[in-house]
């Protein structure tokens, strides 16, 4: 075989260079480095909208660098082998890396009776409450961290659960990615992907359904729901210990007062409340409004008007309890005396309405700019 000349090294070279770039941009994109860099979240939809296209194009450069390599004889074995390797673990980084990290539990889901899950959590942990036609269903934050997902049918309605937001629907949920300190779930049968904090569908014109959840402790979930059954997360797989070992430190900062976002990616200029104050947040449509727990506490029934519509706000003290209601039964404007934080009042029942519960101001605000504040 005769000696490559410097024109076929250089080409070799460049096509060598492409190919690692291509790989490694992929990589860093799709997966938290990219977010740590601040990298454009139109830029992760096309990747995931086109990604065939470019795990096409990655293979192409490796395969023809291989061919290179064959015709030429400029790398060793080892090497080309090692680069290989090297792009192969790139494309499944960009690609398959998160969801056989984060499994999502959309189907499948464990579920144990307030019995077995007091034996595993802790009366200050925090959990949200599922309620549908008298079925109840409490989803620990802990043991969402690792699948982010849950789903299950509570009350003959197919409903799945994620850190803030609720929907049902065919479907079958997987984590992509976080942007903008927020998750991004796909739907793996129509390829769908939707923006947790807004349910916003990035392809289509979807319908996505929310049901109202509450957020309080375990000690006052078992006293209140006693005939609920709880997730849990078994944290079985040894790369479970591994993720929420990488979790505890950037979570201790992304609650701690001293420290900004953990990804770069907030627009933080937004100062009527501290960035990690924890919000009950209200999508009305064209309008939000997010809830501090001093105005909660200063106001534990709080009637008030948003585009027209009536509601109540309802704090309940002892349990740490926000809910929002629709402020009329019957189509009537709703009078009472008295009022729980089911919404049950002496004159008949309020029909709750979702919110986001305890979620940051600083992500609350980027997503929702205009949002009106009750603080």
Request: charged share 15%; hydrophobic share 45%.
């Amino acid at each position: 075989m005769k000696e490559a000349t410097s024109t076929q090294k250089l080409v070799f070279i460049v096509v060598a260079v492409v190919t690692a770039a291509f790989s490694i941009f992929s990589a860093v994109l799709m997966t938290e480095p990219g977010q740590s860099l601040n990298l454009p979240r139109s830029w992760v939809v096309t990747y995931f909208q086109y990604r065939w296209f470019f795990i096409g194009i990655n293979i192409c450069l490796l395969a023809y660098l291989w061919y290179l390599h064959i015709s030429l004889a400029i790398w060793s074995k080892f090497w080309m082998s090692l680069a290989s390797v090297g792009v192969i673990i790139c494309i499944i980084a960009a690609n398959f890396l998160l969801t056989a990290f984060f499994p999502s539990y959309q189907y499948g889901a464990d579920y144990v009776s307030i019995t077995e899950a007091d034996k595993i959590l802790n009366d200050s942990d925090v959990i949200y409450a599922v309620e549908i036609n008298g079925e109840v269903r409490g989803y620990p934050r802990g043991h969402l961290e690792v699948p982010h997902i849950a789903g299950d049918n509570i009350g003959g309605t197919d409903v799945v659960m994620t850190f803030c937001a609720l929907s049902n629907g065919q479907s079958d949920l997987g984590i992509l990615i976080q942007t903008h300190n927020n998750l991004v779930m796909v739907d793996r049968n129509s390829g769908e992907l939707i923006q947790q904090i807004t349910r916003a569908p990035e392809f289509s014109e979807a319908n996505i359904v929310s049901h109202p959840n509450t957020m309080t402790t375990w000690k006052s979930f078992k006293e209140l729901y006693p005939q609920a059954t709880v997730f849990i997360y078994e944290f079985n797989r040894v790369v479970d210990s591994l993720l929420l070992a990488l979790f505890e430190g950037p979570m201790e900062k992304q609650f701690s007062n001293e420290h900004g976002a953990i990804f770069p990616t907030l627009t933080m200029d937004d100062n009527r409340l501290p960035p990690k104050e924890q919000v009950w947040g209200f999508d009305f449509g064209n309008t939000q409004a997010a809830f501090t727990r001093a105005f909660a506490q200063k106001n534990p029934v709080y009637r008030f008007e948003l585009e027209g519509q009536p509601l109540v706000l309802v704090y309940d003290e002892e349990h740490d309890i926000a809910n929002l209601f629709e402020g009329v039964i019957d189509e009537k404007l709703a009078d009472f005396e008295s009022i729980d934080f089911k919404g049950t009042t002496e004159n008949g029942q309020l029909n709750q309405l979702p919110m986001h519960n305890g979620v940051f101001w600083m992500v609350w605000s980027h997503w929702y700019p205009s949002t009106q504040v009750f603080n």
